[in-house]
T-cell receptor, first 115, second 113 residues
Framework: GAGVSQSPSNKVTEKGKDVELRCDPI?????LYWYRQSLGQGLEFLIY????????KSGLPSDRFSAERTGGSVSTLTIQRTQQEDSAVYLC?????????????FGPGTRLTVT | AQSVAQPEDQVNVAEGNPLTVKCTYS??????LFWYVQYPNRGLQFLLK??????LVKGSYGFEAEFNKSQTSFHLKKPSALVSDSALYFC???????????FGAGTRLFVKA
């Protein structure tokens, strides 16, 4: 079946511009996560959504970062006024539920380069 | 707070030899533990998980991991390494009452033919 998809796969933007990254989770998965992977670094948790509950935004690094999930499915991560330190691979994952030990299924990521 | 440590940035092993990738964790209660693998130019894939029960967990591609509560470790093992096992491996932890999964920094495994 279809996995998690993300778009665009690559994004190059100028410092100060806003960007939107999209994630389509696996159909039926109620939990959705965003992570950031910087070169040579592990995965940094950004935000997660579980069903209709309020999202856990505790990992967002600044108020320039925001995310929404429409209709319990597609999610968009928005970075305003991008900075060079925002350059990274942004990964989206979904799972059957965040309320148990379900494994996460990851998308291929969006590589963001801020020039 | 939860944390995961992967003490080795890189592990080198010859093909056919056993491999171990180390992971230690810290949580306030009982943990859920995971291993994921990231092959070059591919997304992260789930390998195996420990929830409860048998301390030895078997997963994909012949990998297994041993949960050791007293040492708070969850080392990944494989009896005989393949060149195709070369990848970046991540250990992850979540406590039973939480929703956030914390990932380690990753360990790069190189298997030489």
């Amino acid at each position: 079946g279809a996995g998690v998809s993300q778009s665009p796969s690559n994004k190059v933007t100028e410092k100060g511009k806003d960007v939107e990254l999209r994630c389509d989770p696996i159909s039926g998965h109620t939990a959705l996560y965003w992570y950031r992977q910087s070169l040579g670094q592990g995965l940094e948790f950004l935000i997660y959504f579980q069903g209709n509950s309020a999202p856990d935004k505790s990992g967002l690094p600044s108020d320039r970062f925001s995310a929404e999930r429409t209709g319990g499915s597609v999610s968009t991560l928005t970075i305003q006024r991008t900075q060079q330190e925002d350059s990274a691979v942004y990964l989206c994952a979904s799972s059957s539920s965040a309320l148990s030990a379900y494994e996460q299924y990851f998308g291929p990521g969006t590589r963001l380069t801020v020039t | 707070a939860q944390s995961v440590a992967q003490p080795e940035d890189q592990v080198n092993v010859a093909e056919g030899n056993p491999l171990t990738v180390k992971c230690t964790y810290s949580v306030s209660g009982n943990p859920y533990l995971f291993w994921y693998v990231q092959y070059p130019n591919r997304g992260l894939q789930f390998l195996l998980k420990y929830i409860t029960g048998d301390n030895l967990v078997k997963g994909s591609y012949g990998f297994e991991a041993e949960f050791n509560k007293s040492q708070t470790s969850f080392h990944l093992k494989k009896p005989s390494a393949l060149v195709s096992d070369s990848a970046l491996y991540f250990c992850a932890v979540r406590d039973l009452g939480g929703f956030k999964t914390i990932f380690g920094a990753g360990t790069r495994l190189f298997v030489k033919a």
